[in-house]
């Protein structure tokens, strides 16, 4: 099946940094997701976005679907960007309705 | 509305009990799904639903028993649990099935302890 990898797998930033999160996968995708997952553990949609750019607000993203990654761009971060950030991906192909899921980044934002 | 509500917030139960969860959405979808995710670990899929059609199951031990009773609807019914089964539990709905996952939306999750 589908591989996704994450890097790095944890990050710690001072507020008002920039970072970049990045995600690979093995084969071609359907579906490409970004999440934000709160400490309280909600799944918080960022992105679907299984080609191109997006930007909203302070986040951006970027799959570039022939080379196999996406990239979560984050700026200014803020405290409240503190979480686990997930992209998850669906294989091309087939109705297989499954997200695969990376094993995330774990950000910490500190004041 | 891109809400997915889930119900209870938290539980805690024996291991001879019977409990459920419940899982709703008003957005129209037609295919729901349960995952199970364990502390500092990725969701893991359960059970996906399709038109109100069990469609995938992957390998979940039969202590778990989904039921979809109506579109809008998603259950997991939960009985003799083992405490390596204390987890979170989420639900998701996603639009069309038929075309693949699409955009899917996540419920805030039950977390589950079995004592």
């Known amino acids: 099946g589908i591989q996704v990898e994450q890097s790095p797998p944890d990050l710690i930033l001072q507020e008002g940094a920039n970072s970049t999160l990045r995600c690979n996968f093995s084969?071609?995708?359907?579906?490409l997701q970004w999440f934000h997952q709160n400490p309280w553990g909600q799944l918080i949609n960022l992105f679907y976005i299984p080609s191109g750019t997006k930007q909203n607000g302070r986040l951006s993203a970027t799959t570039v679907a022939t080379e196999r990654y996406s990239l979560l761009y984050i700026s200014s971060s803020q405290t409240t960007d503190s979480g686990v950030y997930f992209c998850?991906?669906?294989?091309?192909?087939?109705?297989?309705?499954?997200?695969?899921f990376g094993t995330g980044t774990l950000l910490a934002v500190q004041p | 509305d891109t809400e997915v509500t889930q119900t209870p917030k938290h539980l805690v139960m024996g291991m001879t009990n019977k409990k459920s969860l419940k899982c709703e959405q008003h957005?129209?979808?037609?295919?729901m799904y349960w995952y199970k995710q364990k502390a500092k670990k990725p969701p893991e899929l359960m059970f996906v639903y399709s038109y109100e059609k069990l469609s995938i199951n992957e390998s979940v031990p039969s202590r778990f028993s989904p039921e979809c009773p109506n579109s809008s609807l998603l259950n997991l019914h939960l009985h003799a649990l083992q405490p390596e089964d204390s987890a979170l539990y989420l639900c998701?709905?996603?639009?069309?099935?038929?075309?693949?996952?699409?955009?899917?939306?996540f419920g805030p999750g039950t977390r589950l302890t079995v004592t």
């Open positions: 957005m129209g979808h037609r295919a």
């Open positions: 998701a709905s996603s639009q069309d099935p038929g075309l693949a996952v699409g955009e899917q939306y």
């Open positions: 998850a991906v669906e294989g091309y192909g087939g109705a297989t309705n499954k997200l695969i």
């Open positions: 084969d071609s995708v359907n579906n």
